[in-house]
């Protein structure tokens, strides 16, 4: 059962500010700036092409088209000469008349059609242009701002896993798996999201605003001001309203923690689930937390709904009264407005709307993104492994002795080990034994600085195991544990997992020490065999088998087998224990263990009763005493005689 989530957590403090959220994200975007950058320019130029569009509204209908309608229906089938050599000529029955011929008003006329024909010439020219360069700038954006936002999201997840992996073991004992997933998956998703939003909308946006805002105001910079009273409106409603999406987000994420956690106890207990006929039970209780995560996610949706609504309408109404208000000032003569300026304004208005459209409906989504980026940097601001000292050294042979000297260690509630003190000289095996609860594992976990004791000491030839280099102390030790965890590849990736620069050879000799090759001969592929997720295609002996090779291969001066015969049968453990016997006199061996078979033939056995060490000695002389160990293996044998009539 997991720990509270608070415990690692800290869920009374107060968020950090969005803008610090933001900046803290943008770090990782800090090696791509450069192609954010030209993601940029080309925004610059898409944006240009947009407006330019709406710009050339104004010469079409005031240059072109209304003189055009204004001359004699004679030449009403006449197309101007682009340039192209594209020119209609006159009907054949109009006649051309010569200059003489001509009275003031047709001189004028054919002026007007000239200068209607180099205008309209040049606005196909420059719409042509337009054409080409719009499709070409927004695939380079898109492209460019795409490579950027993935290499930055291979980078937070890189950081992520290298962070998860620096945690103390304490942090993955404490905390809601369900949880950790959702920050590591989830949250650093949507924190990519956020980054996203910010270079890819909002930036573009800004720019698209901003040349929308300078061609308003060249247009018509009356309307432009009359226009802007929308804006403090706006601005409101995407404060308010991301105020209330982001504390909804950040409620919402947490509670798919909860359901992730509840989908993966019943994922990790399946067995256990059928066994009890608990399927109705365990459905109904994963209804009650998808149903909460719905609701909190249905409050997010309605205020992201309500704001984008808001600024909808008042855009929408904004676009209305403009082009109204435009068209009065136009039949009234107002300012010098003219049916082209009150088109073209309207365009670029139209062309202005669509990013702020956009900026007020992802407000709203970076607020959630910027939530999620809370509960992701708040994991990769947990504190990792102590750190070693500058002044660490590197442990090269294990030549005097281990020493617990008053060793006292707690998880938080009641101690666990209460002032133990050992003495292990190298070679010696050590058998540790005791009730469950007792401390056994806790035991070998520190000597692996799986934690550091917490009052006390343990020491490798007279140097603190916190003095040493945390790399060469693990390089020193394999350890066989209870669970034997394979990673999902084949049985010679796992086994060459011990030491990966050994060569085939010496992974082949492990393999047979630890009998491996026994059942591996009758696999189809042998030792390229995939074994499938944790090991689960293959039966519980044969992995042991495998982890034991593991360890061997590493050859280290300490061997810790952490119950790592007590599920299994009596042939896999005969195995164990050939292993211990190959290291005896060669390697420290602590075999953490309750079977008697296992940690009989030890140098010394090691009991400890709550916390504390009752007594150490020979399997003779702990008999001879009476004490624990003596009642122990009693049990024990009365168990296995037991057994043996019912065989029989």
Same mark, same amino acid.
């Given at each position: 059962m997991s720990a509270p989530l608070s415990k690692t957590f800290p869920t009374n403090a107060s968020p950090p500010a969005a803008s610090a959220t933001l900046r803290r994200l943008a770090i990782y975007a800090r090696p791509y700036l450069w192609l954010i950058g030209l993601a940029l320019v080309c925004s610059l130029v898409f944006a240009g092409g947009r407006f330019g569009r709406a710009l050339l509204m104004k010469p079409l209908l005031d240059d072109v088209l209304m003189p055009y309608q204004a001359v004699s229906t004679e030449t009403s089938d006449w197309l101007p000469d682009?340039?192209?050599?594209?020119?209609?000529?006159?009907?054949?029955?109009?006649?051309p008349k010569s200059p003489s011929q001509l009275d003031e008003k047709e001189k004028r006329d054919q002026a007007v059609m000239a200068q209607v024909g180099e205008n309209f010439a040049f606005i196909v020219k420059v719409a042509l242009v337009i054409v080409v360069i719009l499709p070409l700038a927004l695939f380079a954006r898109t492209y460019l701002m795409a490579y950027a936002m993935g290499r930055v999201g291979v980078d937070i997840q890189r950081s992520l896993a290298a962070k998860l992996l620096a945690l103390p073991l304490s942090f993955h004992h404490n905390t809601s798996g369900g949880d950790t997933l959702t920050?590591?998956?989830?949250?650093?998703?949507?924190?990519?999201?956020?980054?996203?939003?910010?270079?890819?909308?909002?930036?573009q946006a800004t720019i698209m605003?901003?040349?929308g805002v300078a061609s308003l105001l060249y247009i018509s910079w009356q309307l432009s001001l009359v226009s802007l009273v929308v804006v403090p409106a706006i601005v409101s409603i995407l404060a308010v309203f991301g105020r209330k999406v982001h504390i909804k987000a950040r409620l919402r994420q947490e509670q798919v923690g909860e359901v992730?956690?509840?989908?993966?106890?019943?994922?990790?207990g399946i067995k256990v689930i059928k066994a009890f006929r608990g399927e109705t039970l365990e459905d109904s209780a994963f209804g009650v937390q998808a149903e909460k995560l719905f609701r909190r996610n249905l409050k997010v949706v309605i205020n992201r709904g309500i704001a984008t609504s808001l600024v909808e309408t008042l855009n929408a109404g904004v676009a209305i009264g403009m082009i109204v208000l435009g068209s009065l000032m136009v039949l009234q003569g107002r300012f010098g407005l003219t049916s082209g300026d009150v088109a073209a304004f309207?365009?670029?208005l139209a062309t202005t709307y669509q990013p702020v459209k956009r900026i007020s409906r992802d407000w709203t989504l970076l607020t959630e993104s910027l939530a999620s980026a809370e509960r992701f940097l708040a994991l990769l601001d947990l504190r990792a492994e102590s750190p070693d000292p500058v002044d660490a050294v590197v442990l090269e042979e294990i030549e005097r002795e281990i020493v617990f000297d008053d060793v006292h260690f707690s998880y938080g509630r009641e101690p666990v080990l209460k002032g133990v003190s050992l003495r292990v000289v190298p070679g010696e095996v050590i058998a540790v034994v005791g009730r469950t609860g007792s401390g056994k594992s806790t035991l070998v976990d520190l000597l692996l600085r799986f934690h550091d004791v917490q009052s006390g000491s343990i020491s490798? #030839?007279?140097?603190?195991?916190?003095?040493?280099?945390? /790399? =060469?102390?693990?390089?020193?030790?394999?350890? &066989?544990?209870?669970?034997?965890?394979?990673?999902?590849?084949?049985?010679?990736?796992?086994?060459?997992?011990?030491?990966? #620069?050994?060569?085939?050879?010496?992974?082949?000799?492990? /393999? =047979?020490?630890?009998?491996?090759?026994?059942? &591996?001969g009758q696999l189809p592929q042998g030792f390229d065999t995939p074994v499938g997720e944790f090991g689960l295609q293959l039966s519980g002996g044969q992995r042991q088998r495998i982890t034991i090779a593991r360890a061997l291969l590493k050859d280290p001066q300490i061997l810790i087998c952490d119950e790592a015969t007590s599920a299994l049968d009596a042939k896999t453990e005969r195995t164990v224990q050939e292993a211990i016997d190959r290291l005896r006199g060669r390697r420290t061996v602590f075999v953490v263990a309750h079977r008697l078979s296992t940690i009989r033939g030890a140098d010394r056995i090691v009991v400890l009763e709550d916390g504390r060490i009752s007594e150490a000695g020979s399997h003779d002389e702990l008999m001879q005493r009476g004490g624990y160990y003596s009642e122990l293996v009693s049990i024990q044998v009365a168990s296995d005689g037991d057994e043996g009539r019912a065989r029989g």
């Open positions: 682009l340039g192209f050599g594209t020119a209609t000529p006159l009907p054949d029955a109009v006649e920050r590591a998956l989830r949250d650093a998703e949507n924190s990519q999201l956020g980054l996203e939003l910010f270079f890819f909308e909002f930036l605003i901003t040349f992730t956690q509840r989908l993966l106890s019943i994922l990790s309207a365009l670029a490798i #030839d007279g140097t603190d195991l916190r003095q040493i280099q945390r /790399a =060469s102390l693990l390089d020193r030790i394999a350890i &066989v544990s209870q669970e034997a965890f394979l990673f999902d590849t084949t049985i010679f990736e796992n086994i060459r997992y011990g030491r990966p #620069d050994a060569s085939r050879d010496e992974i082949l000799a492990a /393999a =047979s020490a630890a009998h491996v090759d026994e059942f &591996v």
